[in-house]
């Protein structure tokens, strides 16, 4: 079993940044992919990046890429998403996902367990 707890979400304006921070319990957390995903009231929830077990490997949805790295720090149990150059439709609640794989994934369907999410919402 792995809990997953979001933090770093807020109100910012549209062209500033975040730093979103999902700490894992467990001590397999290295053995997991990570990913963040995102729901806009009305909108089903949709991806936003991934990253392998070990962060050799990365997936963004093109809607941030350029923008949002995701990167992990096995050390501390703990997966991160930056979120530079925010605009308004990034605007949602922000999930944190593990996945029993290595590899990272772009579906939800393939993730296992969630956070309870964090708010971000991105001003004009």
């Known amino acids: 079993q792995v809990q997953l707890v979001e933090s770093g979400g807020g109100l910012v304006q549209a062209g500033g940044s975040l730093r979103l921070s999902c700490a894992a319990s467990?001590?397999?957390?290295?053995?997991?992919?990570m990913g963040w995903f995102r729901q806009a009231p009305g909108k089903e929830r949709e991806f936003v990046a991934a990253?392998?077990?070990?962060?050799?490997?990365?997936s963004y949805a093109d809607s941030v890429k350029g923008r949002f790295t995701i990167s992990r720090d096995n050390a501390k149990n703990t997966v991160f998403l930056q979120m530079n150059s925010l605009k308004v439709e990034d605007t949602a609640v922000y999930y944190c996902?593990?996945?029993?794989?290595?590899?990272?994934?772009?579906?939800?369907?393939?993730?296992?367990?969630w956070g309870q999410g964090t708010q971000v919402t991105v001003s004009s």
């Open positions: 996902a593990a996945r029993r794989s290595p590899y990272a994934n772009t579906d939800k369907v393939s993730y296992d367990y």
């Open positions: 467990g001590r397999t957390f290295s053995r997991y992919a």
């Open positions: 990253i392998s077990w070990s962060g050799g490997s990365t």
